[in-house]
């Protein structure tokens, strides 16, 4: 039986894994085997294990690229020895890094259940030894206090050690490696040796295993909550934690998250340094916009959508029952916003959504009961199949609306209804210079080339089709129109766009008083029934 199984996970990068297993292969120390896990889909590196012509390297491929961490357990699962070596396949070992390790960890009483070295950092420019704690000691509090140190490519490991605490954390998203340090050395002791024996890639734009940011962040945060009792009895140590983790969720410009782990980190311990930061993230004007946008009143809307939405909530459950709707129509459906929200409310039911555009929302929008379809409706011809068509700002793009009225009204069922929103030129209000909306003018100029109703002639078009009308009302009045027309005028500048953010809690209030205080004449929302 062999005495130490290396194991060497990789992924997509063959060319540097040839340099790891001949730096094992050139040890000084030769009782070994080596396990190459590749779990890469893109670049297989079979051709490079074979190359070697030893039988000593075992190749398992695992293509499921579920990370380092389950590579290294497919590893140890397999190791024969009783002591398992890892190596990441863009490291080398020095030539003598088993004789040295090994001479004095195969002698340790079974208390002693690891063994580390420091390393050599290889930057483009230079190359820096590290130090680690030496001799044989409880490390528990050592690896508590920092999480580097420990690293996989200088660790072995008794095999017997994993067979009680267990293998690698594969639900970690990083930080696997000061897991399994963290549970060892609550059970076994540890034989630090401080002599740099590995060499450690380290050069700029190299893709390091975990080097994902959002992912190291993720991962130290459950560290923290998974030791939280242990941390909790040394403050001083949990508050260097959160400070760390703050500067961390600060480089990855969450300014907020940062603020409030720099506020943790002096409630658990104080240090003038964790208020500087505090202080110093909390005025930044970035900061101060990310506070704003977690609050819902300052989200940033197009207050055309938003208040068309608060009308089409409010309205349409007063009066269609859902539970009755076993199928519904968006007509000129757009992005497909609304056709998405009828879905929400109809789980029994078919919804569909169809414009003459295909847009690229339709694809993101997966309810089962969901589907859209390009079409002119000018050339839809259902019968008796629907119990709701919803029609909200289409009609004015289409030239001979009418026709489309009377085609909604064939294709619903009969007590079905028909939700149609329409902009109204005749009592729209211009409260602002009308010259400052010139380029909306222009756009709407060629769009909206269907006629347009006054909110009577509308009905009236609907009741002599044979709908019933149960509803009707005009929308945008004053109060909606002035909020649409700040909110335009503020879109897309930087500078403009921070005032927006501001001034977004008085213009949703504006489209709310639309709602519910309506103030002159505006655009039509009719609410009707084909006729039992």
């Known amino acids: 039986m062999v005495k130490v199984s290396v194991v060497i996970p990789t992924h997509n990068r063959p060319q540097l894994l040839q340099r790891a297993i001949a730096s094992v292969l050139a040890q000084t120390f030769q009782d070994v085997e080596i396990i190459v896990v590749d779990d890469g889909k893109e670049k297989s590196a079979e051709h490079i294990v074979h190359g070697f012509h030893d039988l000593r390297i075992v190749y398992c491929a695992d293509k499921k690229e579920q990370g380092g961490a389950a590579a290294r357990n497919v590893g140890i699962v397999r190791a024969k020895g009783d002591f398992i070596a890892f190596l990441d396949d863009d490291d080398e070992w020095l030539e003598n890094k088993l004789q040295i390790q090994m001479s004095s960890f195969e002698k340790t009483p079974q208390d002693v259940g690891f063994c580390f070295s420091a390393v050599i950092n290889a930057y483009d420019d230079k190359e820096e030894a590290t130090e680690v704690n030496g001799g044989i000691k409880n490390y528990f509090e050592i690896a508590l206090t920092r999480f580097k140190g420990f690293l996989t490519s200088t660790l072995i490991v008794k095999k017997n050690v994993f067979l009680e605490i267990g293998y690698f954390d594969e639900a970690?998203?990083?930080?696997?490696?000061?897991?399994?340090?963290?549970?060892?050395?609550?059970?076994?002791?540890?034989?630090?040796?401080?002599?740099?024996?590995?060499?450690?890639?380290?050069?700029?734009?190299?893709?390091?295993?975990?080097?994902?940011?959002?992912?190291?962040?993720?991962?130290?945060?459950?560290?923290?909550?998974?030791?939280?009792?242990?941390?909790?009895?040394?403050?001083?140590?949990?508050?260097?934690?959160?400070?760390?983790?703050?500067?961390?969720?600060?480089?990855?410009?969450?300014?907020?998250r940062a603020q409030e782990l720099f506020k943790k980190a002096m409630m658990a311990h104080f240090q003038f340094r964790y208020l500087f930061h505090y202080l110093s993230i909390s005025f930044m004007p970035r900061t101060i916009k990310q506070f704003l946008l977690s609050h819902e009143p300052f989200k940033p809307q197009h207050m055309g959508p938003w208040i068309r939405t608060l009308y089409f909530e409010h309205y349409l459950p007063r009066f269609v029952n859902f539970s009755l709707v076993k199928k519904a129509l968006d007509a000129g459906c757009g992005h497909g916003a609304y056709a998405q929200k009828i879905a929400d409310r109809v789980p029994q039911g078919r919804v569909a959504g169809c414009d003459i555009l295909e847009f690229p929302e339709w694809h993101s929008r997966t309810q089962q009961n969901l589907e859209f379809r390009k079409a002119d409706l000018q050339s839809l011809n259902e019968k008796n199949v629907y119990d709701l068509i919803v029609s909200i700002d289409s009609l004015e793009h289409i030239p001979d609306n009418k026709e489309v009225l009377k085609k909604f009204y064939d294709a619903l069922?009969?007590?079905?209804?028909?939700?149609?929103?329409?902009?109204?030129?005749?009592?729209?209000?211009?409260?602002?210079?009308?010259?400052?909306?010139?380029?909306?003018?222009?756009?709407?100029?060629?769009?909206?080339?269907?006629?347009?109703?006054?909110?009577?002639?509308?009905?009236?078009?609907?009741?002599?089709?044979?709908?019933?009308?149960?509803?009707?009302?005009?929308?945008?009045?004053?109060?909606?129109?002035?909020?649409?027309?700040?909110?335009?005028l503020l879109r897309g500048s930087k500078t403009m766009g921070r005032i927006n953010i501001l001034l977004m809690p008085i213009l949703k209030l504006l489209g709310l008083l639309d709602l519910l205080l309506p103030f002159g004449k505006g655009n039509n929302l009719i609410i009707a029934k084909k006729s039992q």
């Open 172 to 256: 970690l998203p990083s930080h696997q490696e000061p897991d399994l340090i963290l549970r060892m050395s609550r059970k076994y002791k540890g034989l630090g040796m401080n002599i740099p024996l590995v060499k450690m890639t380290m050069l700029s734009g190299h893709d390091h295993i975990g080097g994902n940011l959002n992912k190291k962040i993720a991962g130290r945060e459950f560290i923290l909550n998974k030791y939280a009792d242990e941390f909790k009895k040394r403050p001083r140590i949990f508050a260097r934690h959160y400070f760390w983790l703050a500067l961390m969720y600060r480089n990855n410009k969450d300014y907020i």
């Open 413 to 488: 069922r009969s007590g079905g209804f028909l939700y149609v929103a329409v902009p109204c030129t005749a009592t729209e209000w211009n409260i602002l210079p009308e010259k400052w909306f010139s380029h909306f003018h222009e756009w709407e100029e060629h769009e909206h080339i269907g006629e347009q109703y006054t909110l009577n002639e509308l009905t009236d078009i609907l009741k002599t089709i044979g709908f019933t009308v149960i509803f009707s009302r005009h929308t945008f009045t004053f109060w909606g129109h002035l909020s649409w027309e700040i909110e335009f």
